[in-house]
C-alpha cells in the first residue's frame, strides 16, 4: 500500500510546492447492549489519507480512502487544483521539520488493541452483571486502536497510535410509574483503568437516590458541579476560547487579556497533551508537532493561547502541539484539515475533599448530570438543564431534584469558587470534540437556579 | 455491483445465517468554506461495505472499507463469526417483498455541474454581502454537497441501487461591541443541489446581520413561566427532541420511553399533528432506508392523537406492524437503528399575526441552536438563537440570545394553542446517544405555546 512519505513525492511530482500527507487507520471492536443482552456484535475498520498541498501559496486539502496509486494521483491533482481557490498560508509558515515526539504513557494497551470478539463479549457481559437489576436498554462498547503516520516535504516523517475503550450506556430502573433514568460515558486508554464496579456502582448508586426525585426551587444559591458537567462545559467555554481561531478572529472575550486577571486565584488551567493516559494524549498532534504542556492560565491569570501550526505563523508565535483532527473516537483523523483546538485540559485541584466542600455548604444545589453541559465561548453563559442533582442541606445531599435550569455566565462565577481534590479524567458526551478534561469538582458560591416552582419567599 | 452483492448474500447463507443484507456506500462531498482569517477548499471521496448476518436470531455486522470480493468475502466470515460468537438473541424481521429498484433524486443544479471556482464565488458573494457593516466583526459562510450511493442487497432477493444529492449552506456572523460578542446565524439545505446558495439573498443575508446587531444591546432574557410564540425552526426542534425520538420503536421496546403504552392516546389539542416523513426533501429525504424498505411518510401525532412509533424491520417484528421505513445507520462499520428522517409539525390555521393575539406578557423565540432528547424522563431541552418580547399582542425589544427553553413534554403538547400556516424545514443532523450521527431534517409552522419554561443565556 502506498504510505505518507510516497503521497509526498508524488505530490512534488505532480507540481505541490509542499505538502504534508496524514494516513490514519482506527481498528474498531464493539458491542451493542439492549435489554440487558448483547444483541450486536461489529467490527469495523476505518483508514484513509489526507493530503495538504500548498501551491503558489495557496493550500488545498483532499481527502480519501481508496489507495490505488491512480486514486492517490487524481486526489494530488484536485488538491492542487483546488489550491488554486485556497486562501493564502501566512509568511513564515512552514510545515514541521522534526522527527521527536515526546515520551507518553498508558496510552497504548495490547489488552484492546489485541481484543477479540470474546474479549469483548466478555467485557460486555461484566457490564451487564455489575449493574445488577437495573435495566439496560442501550450500551455500546468500543475496544479502538487508531495509528497514524504524519509526512510532509520537510522531511518529517513520524508515526504514532494509541487505544481507547469506550463505554456508553443508558441504565435505568421502573418502580411503579417512576422510571429513573442515568447516563454512564466511560473512557479510558488502558482496559484495567475501566473500574466497572466503580462506575456502576455509581450509577446504581444515583438511580437509587433519585428514585423520589422533587422539582427544584427557583432561587439563588451555591452550586457544585460534578467533573461530568465540568468537562463540555470547560471545554465548550475556555476551551474554546482559548484556541487560537477564536482570539484570532477577535471572538474571543480574552483576545487581549495576557496578563490580565480573568479568574480566581483558586483556578489555574494547563493544556496538557503529554498527560500521563491522558484521553487526548499522543506524542506528536495531527500535524507532526511535538505535544506539550501549555499553562493556560495561572492562579486566574491569563498566560497563554493554543496554537497549531498555520495560525501560530499567522500570530507569529510557535505551534503549541495543538494542530490536532477529527472526532473523539478517532476514527476520521484523515478526514479533516488540522486546527488549533484542547487536548487534555487540566483543572489545578484544590485542598478539599468534595465530602468537606459539601459540609461546608448550608444550603445548595449538587449537580451531578445536566442535560446538555455547553455554554457560549463568546460570553461564558450557560443554562444548563439538570437531570440527576441534589439540594445540600446543612452539609448533607438530602432531596434529589431536577425540573429546572442553572443559569449563568461561567467567566463571571468562575471569581468565586471553591475547587475540590480529587481529579476525573472525562471526555465530554457528543461527537465532534476530540478534548477531554481533568477536573475535581467546583463549587460555584451564586448560581440562579430557575424552575416552574418558586420558593415561598425569598424567591428571586 | 449486483453480481458481487449476490455473491456475498449467498456466501453468507452458506455459512450458515439465517439472513445476509449486504450494502455498499459510496460518497463524494466538497466544502467551500470562508471566514475573516481562511479560505477552505476540501473534497472527499469514500466508499465501503457493511454486511450484516442473523444467526439464531442475533446480529453479526462486517465491514470493509474495500468493494473488492475478496474483503467483501471476508467481512462476510467475519459477520457470521461475530454472530455465532455471542448470546443467543430472539431477533426476528418483520416481513417484506424483494424490491428491485434503481433511484436518484432530481436537482435543479447538479453539482457536479458546477465548478470549484463557482462555488468559491458564491461563497465569497455571501461573504462579501454579509460584510459590509461595521459592528459584524466574524463571518463564516459555508458550502457543502455530496454525493451519496448506495447498493443495497438482501437474501430476501431485493436489490437496489439508491443516489442522494444533498446540499448545504450556512452563514453565520458575530458582532461586537467592547466585550459583548453575539451571534447570528441560518442555513439552508436539504435534498437539493447547488441551489441551496441562492436561499442568501441581499434580504436573508440583512436578516442574519441584524439579528446580531440587535443582541447588542437587547435585554436579558426573561426567566420563569412564560407564553412563547416559537418559529419553524424551534418548532421542528422540539418535534424531533421531544416527540420525535422517545417515538423511535427501539426505545419503546427497550422500556425507555415516556410514549410507552400511549398509542391511541391524545397528548395534544387536535390542530396539532406531527409527521416523520423521508419523501419530502429535507437533510432526511431518502427513497429507500438502509434495510431496503420504502421511506415514508408517518404521523406519530395525529390530529392530537398518539398514532405510530416509527419502525425498523426488527422492531416492527416485535410490534407486529409493519416497518415505517425507518432503519437507518451512519455507514460503514455502524448498526443500523430506528432513526428519524425529517421531523416537523404539519401547518395549522393561524396567520403569523394571528399567532400574538392576546398575549399580554410573553416571549417571541427564533432559531434553534440545539437540543437534547429525554425519551425516558420525558423532558424537553431546547438552546435558541434569540427571542423579542410580546407586549400586549406586539413584537417589542430585541432579547439576547441564548434563549433556553425547558420542561415537561407532555405538558409542553398540552400547552400548544396555536399551530400556524407557515412550514418551514431545516437542514440539521442527529445521533443516537453520543455518536451515530445521520442527517434529519426538522420544522414546522410558529406555534404558540402557553406557560413554557424559559431561561436565557
Not at chain 1, 42 to 48: D, K, T, Y
Not at chain 1, 138 to 157: C, P, Q, V, W
Not at chain 2, 177 to 204: L, Q, W
Not at chain 2, 282 to 289: I, P, R, V
Request: with cysteine.
Amino acid at each position: 500500500m502506498i504510505d505518507a512519505k510516497k503521497i509526498v513525492a508524488m505530490a512534488e511530482n505532480l507540481g505541490a510546492e509542499s505538502s504534508d500527507v496524514i494516513i490514519s487507520k482506527t481498528n474498531t471492536f464493539g458491542s451493542f447492549i439492549e435489554r440487558n443482552i448483547v444483541t450486536n456484535v461489529l467490527s469495523g475498520v476505518s483508514e484513509g489519507y489526507g493530503i495538504r498541498v500548498i501551491s503558489n501559496r495557496r493550500i488545498g486539502f483532499v481527502s480519501g480512502n481508496d489507495f490505488s496509486k491512480s486514486a492517490v494521483e487524481k486526489a494530488i491533482k484536485t488538491a492542487i487544483s483546488i489550491s488554486k481557490r485556497g486562501k493564502k498560508v501566512p509568511r513564515g509558515f512552514e510545515f514541521s521539520s522534526s522527527n521527536k515526539k515526546t515520551d507518553v504513557k498508558k496510552t497504548f494497551d495490547k489488552k484492546i488493541s489485541e481484543a477479540g470478539e470474546e474479549d469483548v463479549v466478555s467485557f460486555s457481559n461484566d457490564f451487564i452483571k455489575n449493574m445488577g437489576d437495573a435495566n439496560i436498554p442501550l450500551a455500546r462498547i468500543r475496544f479502538m486502536k487508531t495509528e497514524y503516520n504524519i509526512s510532509n516535504s520537510s522531511g518529517a516523517d513520524i508515526s504514532d497510535k494509541g487505544t481507547f475503550l469506550v463505554l456508553y450506556a443508558n441504565t435505568l430502573k421502573k418502580s411503579g410509574e417512576k422510571m429513573i433514568e442515568y447516563e454512564i460515558l466511560e473512557k479510558t486508554r488502558m482496559l484495567d483503568m475501566m473500574n466497572l464496579d466503580r462506575i456502576c456502582s455509581e450509577a446504581r448508586m444515583h438511580i437509587k437516590k433519585s428514585m423520589n426525585t422533587k422539582a427544584v426551587k427557583t432561587q439563588k444559591i451555591p452550586v457544585i458541579f460534578s467533573p461530568k458537567v465540568l468537562t463540555e462545559l470547560l471545554i465548550t467555554t475556555f476551551g474554546e476560547a482559548l484556541c487560537s481561531k477564536s482570539v484570532l478572529l477577535k471572538n474571543s472575550p480574552f483576545s487581549d487579556k495576557i496578563n490580565k486577571k480573568i479568574a480566581s486565584e483558586k483556578f489555574s488551567l494547563t493544556d496538557d497533551g503529554t498527560l500521563d493516559a491522558g484521553l487526548s494524549t499522543f506524542g506528536v498532534d495531527h500535524e507532526g508537532v511535538r505535544t506539550k504542556k501549555t499553562v493556560l492560565i495561572n492562579k486566574g491569570i491569563l498566560k497563554n493561547f493554543l496554537y497549531d501550526a498555520i495560525d501560530a505563523a499567522r500570530a507569529g508565535k510557535k505551534s503549541t502541539g495543538n494542530g490536532r483532527r477529527g472526532s473523539w473516537i478517532y476514527d476520521d483523523l484523515f478526514y479533516l484539515e488540522p486546527s488549533a483546538q484542547a487536548s487534555n485540559l487540566v483543572v489545578a485541584p484544590g485542598t478539599l475533599g468534595i465530602d468537606e466542600i459539601i459540609k461546608d455548604t448550608r444550603k445548595g444545589l449538587f449537580v451531578d448530570k445536566v442535560s446538555w453541559p455547553r455554554g457560549s465561548a463568546y460570553s461564558g453563559m450557560f443554562s444548563l438543564e439538570l437531570r440527576t442533582a441534589y439540594m445540600i442541606e446543612n452539609g448533607e445531599l438530602t432531596k434529589p431534584v431536577r425540573w429546572g435550569s442553572v443559569i449563568g455566565s461561567i467567566y463571571d462565577a468562575i471569581d468565586e469558587i471553591e475547587i475540590g481534590k480529587e481529579v476525573e479524567s472525562r471526555a465530554p458526551y457528543p461527537t465532534g470534540f476530540i478534548e477531554s478534561v481533568v477536573t475535581p469538582h467546583i463549587k460555584f458560591e451564586q448560581l440562579d437556579v430557575v424552575s416552574k416552582n418558586r420558593l415561598r419567599c425569598n424567591g428571586s | 455491483m449486483e453480481d458481487e452483492l449476490s455473491k456475498i448474500i449467498k456466501a453468507g447463507l452458506e455459512l450458515g445465517a439465517e439472513f445476509v443484507d449486504a450494502r455498499i456506500f459510496m460518497d463524494r462531498n466538497t466544502l467551500v468554506a470562508k471566514n475573516n482569517i481562511e479560505e477552505k477548499v476540501r473534497e472527499n471521496c469514500f466508499s465501503g461495505s457493511s454486511i450484516r448476518v442473523l444467526f439464531k436470531g442475533t446480529w453479526g455486522y462486517g465491514t470493509t472499507q474495500s468493494t473488492d470480493m475478496k474483503s467483501l468475502m471476508t467481512a462476510t466470515k467475519k459477520a457470521v463469526k461475530f454472530a455465532k460468537a455471542n448470546n443467543k438473541n430472539n431477533f426476528g424481521l418483520a416481513p417484506m417483498k424483494p424490491i428491485k429498484d434503481r433511484v436518484e433524486n432530481k436537482v435543479k443544479i447538479n453539482p457536479h455541474d458546477v465548478s470549484v471556482e463557482e462555488k468559491v464565488s458564491a461563497v465569497e458573494e455571501i461573504f462579501n454581502n454579509a460584510g459590509e457593516d461595521e459592528k459584524i466583526k466574524t463571518i463564516s459562510v459555508s458550502y457543502f454537497d455530496s454525493d451519496n450511493k448506495m447498493y443495497f442487497s438482501n437474501s430476501e432477493g431485493s436489490y437496489i441501487e439508491q443516489n442522494i444529492i444533498s446540499s448545504r449552506a450556512a452563514l453565520s456572523v458575530n458582532a461586537r461591541s467592547g466585550n459583548k460578542i453575539t451571534e447570528s446565524y441560518d442555513a439552508s439545505g436539504g435534498a437539493m443541489g447547488f441551489e441551496s446558495v441562492k436561499y442568501f439573498d441581499e434580504a436573508a443575508i440583512k436578516k442574519i446581520v441584524d439579528y446580531a446587531k440587535l443582541q447588542l444591546n437587547a435585554a436579558k432574557c426573561p426567566k420563569g413561566n412564560i407564553t412563547a410564540v416559537v418559529d419553524g425552526s424551534v418548532a421542528g426542534l422540539l418535534a424531533h427532541e421531544s416527540l420525535g425520538h422517545p417515538s423511535e420503536a427501539d426505545f419503546v421496546m427497550n422500556g425507555r420511553s415516556f410514549l410507552s403504552g400511549l398509542i391511541g392516546k391524545r397528548l395534544a389539542d387536535r390542530s396539532v399533528s406531527i409527521i416523520d416523513d423521508a419523501t419530502v426533501n429535507g437533510s432526511g429525504k431518502y427513497f429507500y432506508d438502509d434495510e431496503g424498505v420504502r421511506g415514508q411518510k408517518t404521523f406519530i401525532i395525529k390530529n392530537g392523537i398518539l398514532n405510530s412509533y416509527l419502525h425498523s424491520r426488527e422492531t416492527s417484528s416485535k410490534f407486529g406492524v409493519e416497518s415505517t421505513g425507518n432503519g437507518r445507520t451512519q455507514g460503514i462499520g455502524r448498526k443500523i437503528f430506528v432513526r428519524m428522517s425529517n421531523t416537523y409539525f404539519d401547518k395549522g390555521d393561524y396567520k403569523f399575526d394571528e399567532m400574538f393575539e392576546g398575549i399580554k406578557h410573553g416571549i417571541y423565540v427564533i432559531k434553534n441552536l440545539c437540543g437534547m432528547e429525554d425519551p425516558a424522563g420525558g423532558s424537553f431541552y431546547a438552546s435558541c438563537l434569540m427571542g423579542f418580547l410580546i407586549e400586549r399582542g406586539e413584537i417589542t425589544k430585541p432579547i439576547r440570545g441564548e434563549v433556553v427553553l425547558t420542561g415537561k413534554v407532555l405538558e409542553i403538547l398540552k400547552n400548544i394553542t396555536a399551530v400556524g400556516d407557515d412550514v418551514v424545514l431545516n437542514p440539521g443532523s442527529c445521533g443516537k446517544g453520543p455518536e451515530d450521527w445521520v442527517s434529519a431534517g426538522t420544522g414546522g409552522p410558529h406555534l404558540r405555546i402557553e406557560k413554557i419554561m424559559v431561561g436565557g443565556k
